[in-house]
């Protein structure tokens, strides 16, 4: 959902996140003071307005406690542009010292294509209506009536004009309506350009292979080739080619590159991943080497993208790791200094889970039930039994691994496996989910140690 710039107080912040995401209120709260600071920021005159850089966040926690949730609602509710980065992604080999730029090149194609798609919805009525015309043409190509002397009427031309007139509007009828979606037509298509240099994929060299392309594209002309298809699909295609002619590119560029800069979200997972403990050989050489890659980005840098230079000084950074192996001292201190605010999200309770499993808006048990009832089979679970999957989980997670509420996840899986392997047969019965059901479905595996390591 996303409000207004002057109704996103930290306290209706906090509010929306609260509808997906159970807990967690000190890293709810950092999140919503630093988005309510870009408004504040953009209120101040011009020449403080740049002086003033975001307060960054380091999420402390587990994992499946809700540190990558928080950030994608957060970019939800404010409409901003969003990209999630694994920072052990700089750290493989060939990426070392090079490519940590592409974050930013990837955030601002996340942002094009949102500003693409919010003109197109625009311009879709336009869209469709040329697109109706052509495909008209197409059904009923012009015809061409002999040339006469000036001044010549021809009886004839008038009759059968009106005649074709009413032939069209009763072929506009039947498009309308369908009729016509199976009909074969032939129409011109746009091949899709071949990357020129694909073998740069993947090296961080990709720039150059786009370059290199929209080099070519300029000096050799777009092909297109002639296909047969439905009226169905000659529609789609049509309107989608009349909704890149009205759209104009250079404006969403523009719009797409100002979002960037002043409300871009960048969520750096597993930043603990690349903290290093002091060590002068091995691999934490190349951890510090990342760090140091990121630093001028995270600072303020300007990187190029094939849209033009993009600006970093004002985008939000929000990195996240566990910090079971390491600690955000353990930073280089130019990294530390440029994410002041830290936020220690706690592990979740049985509570939290027996919460998670029903409040928030997309929670477990209404996504399972609308899936069966889509197979006309409904799920009846009673209080009792979503109290025990609760237990199971954070049992499990007690035994094992702490995966957090990823953990009911697997659960539920497990738990409804045999009911949605026979839903169709099941049609409109109505299963209820009882405590009995739940131990007897879990039973075995709880009981083996063994297996629930594999299972659960």
Same mark, same amino acid.
């Given at each position: 959902?996303? !409000?207004?710039?002057?109704?996103?107080?930290?306290?209706?912040?906090?509010?929306?996140?609260?509808?997906? !995401? /159970?807990?967690?209120?000190?890293?709810?709260?950092?999140?919503? *003071?630093?988005?309510?600071?870009?408004?504040?920021?953009?209120?101040?005159?011009?020449?403080?307005?740049?002086?003033? #850089?975001?307060?960054? *966040?380091?999420? /402390? $926690?587990?994992?499946?406690?809700?540190?990558?949730?928080?950030?994608?609602?957060?970019?939800?509710?404010?409409?901003?542009?969003?990209?999630?980065?694994?920072?052990?992604?700089?750290?493989?080999? $060939?990426?070392? $010292?090079?490519?940590?730029?592409?974050?930013?090149?990837?955030?601002?194609?996340?942002?094009?294509?949102?500003?693409?798609?919010?003109?197109?919805?625009?311009?879709?009525?336009? #869209?469709?209506?040329?697109?109706?015309?052509?495909?008209?043409?197409?059904?009923?190509?012009?015809?061409?009536?002999?040339?006469?002397?000036?001044?010549?009427?021809?009886?004839?031309?008038?009759?059968?004009?009106? &005649?074709?007139?009413?032939?069209?509007?009763?072929?506009?009828?039947?498009?309308?309506?369908?009729?016509?979606?199976?009909?074969?037509?032939? /129409?011109?298509?746009?091949?899709?350009?071949?990357?020129?240099?694909?073998?740069?994929?993947?090296?961080?060299?990709?720039?150059?292979?786009?370059?290199?392309?929209?080099?070519?594209?300029?000096?050799? @002309?777009?092909?297109?080739?002639?296909?047969?298809?439905?009226?169905?699909?000659?529609?789609?295609?049509?309107?989608?080619?009349?909704?890149?002619?009205? =759209?104009?590119?250079?404006?969403?560029?523009?719009?797409?590159?100002?979002?960037?800069?002043?409300?871009?979200?960048?969520?750096?997972?597993? =930043?603990?991943? *690349?903290?290093?403990?002091?060590?002068?050989?091995?691999?934490?050489?190349?951890?510090?080497?990342?760090?140091?890659?990121?630093?001028? !980005?995270?600072?303020?840098?300007?990187?190029?993208?094939?849209? $033009?230079?993009?600006?970093?000084?004002? /985008? +939000?950074?929000?990195?996240?790791? #566990?910090?079971?192996?390491?600690? @955000?001292?353990?930073? !280089? @201190?130019?990294?530390?200094?440029?994410?002041?605010?830290?936020?220690?999200?706690?592990?979740?309770?049985?509570?939290?889970?027996?919460?998670?499993?029903?409040?928030?808006?997309?929670?477990?048990?209404?996504?399972? &039930? #609308?899936?069966?009832?889509?197979?006309?089979?409904? +799920?009846?679970?009673?209080?009792?039994?979503?109290?025990?999957?609760?237990?199971?989980?954070?049992?499990?997670? &007690?035994?094992?691994?702490?995966?957090?509420?990823?953990? +009911?996840?697997?659960?539920?899986?497990?738990? +409804?496996?045999?009911? &949605?392997?026979?839903? @169709?047969?099941?049609?409109?019965?109505?299963?209820?989910?009882?405590?009995?059901?739940?131990?007897?479905?879990?039973?075995?595996?709880?009981?083996?140690?063994?297996?629930?390591?594999?299972?659960?």
């Amino acid at each position: 959902m996303k !409000i207004s710039e002057s109704e996103l107080t930290p306290a209706q912040i906090v509010a929306e996140l609260d509808k997906y !995401i /159970i807990g967690q209120e000190k890293a709810k709260r950092a999140v919503a *003071i630093a988005l309510r600071n870009r408004y504040r920021r953009k209120n101040l005159p011009e020449e403080l307005r740049d002086e003033v #850089a975001p307060k960054n *966040i380091i999420m /402390i $926690g587990p994992t499946g406690v809700g540190k990558t949730e928080i950030a994608r609602r957060l970019s939800r509710i404010a409409g901003a542009p969003f990209i999630k980065v694994e920072a052990t992604k700089y750290t493989e080999v $060939g990426y070392v $010292g090079r490519d940590v730029e592409s974050m930013i090149r990837d955030l601002t194609n996340v942002a094009v294509s949102e500003v693409k798609k919010e003109m197109s919805e625009e311009v879709e009525e336009i #869209a469709k209506q040329r697109a109706e015309e052509a495909l008209l043409d197409i059904l009923l190509p012009p015809v061409s009536f002999p040339r006469r002397r000036p001044g010549e009427a021809d009886p004839s031309s008038k009759v059968q004009e009106e &005649s074709r007139s009413s032939t069209r509007e009763r072929f506009r009828q039947m498009l309308r309506s369908g009729q016509l979606d199976e009909k074969l037509v032939e /129409i011109e298509v746009k091949q899709p350009r071949a990357q020129v240099l694909g073998m740069f994929a993947g090296t961080g060299l990709e720039e150059m292979d786009q370059n290199l392309s929209n080099m070519f594209s300029s000096i050799f @002309p777009e092909k297109k080739k002639r296909r047969k298809v439905t009226v169905k699909e000659a529609r789609k295609i049509l309107e989608e080619e009349e909704r890149d002619k009205l =759209i104009d590119m250079d404006k969403v560029v523009k719009i797409a590159i100002e979002r960037v800069e002043q409300m871009g979200i960048v969520f750096l997972d597993e =930043i603990d991943k *690349i903290a290093h403990k002091g060590s002068t050989h091995g691999p934490d050489v190349s951890r510090e080497g990342v760090q140091r890659d990121i630093l001028p !980005i995270v600072e303020g840098s300007t990187v190029m993208t094939k849209y $033009g230079a993009v600006k970093t000084h004002h /985008i +939000l950074f929000i990195a996240a790791g #566990a910090f079971h192996m390491s600690k @955000p001292s353990d930073l !280089i @201190p130019e990294l530390q200094g440029r994410f002041p605010i830290r936020v220690e999200l706690q592990s979740l309770t049985t509570d939290d889970l027996e919460r998670i499993l029903v409040q928030p808006k997309n929670a477990l048990v209404k996504q399972y &039930s #609308a899936l069966l009832e889509t197979e006309g089979v409904k +799920l009846d679970f009673t209080p009792e039994a979503i109290r025990e999957i609760a237990e199971i989980a954070s049992y499990v997670n &007690s035994q094992t691994e702490n995966i957090g509420a990823r953990r +009911l996840h697997t659960v539920m899986e497990l738990l +409804l496996e045999d009911i &949605s392997f026979t839903a @169709p047969e099941l049609k409109g019965q109505t299963i209820p989910i009882t405590v009995e059901y739940v131990r007897s479905k879990l039973k075995d595996v709880l009981e083996n140690k063994d297996l629930s390591k594999y299972i659960l």
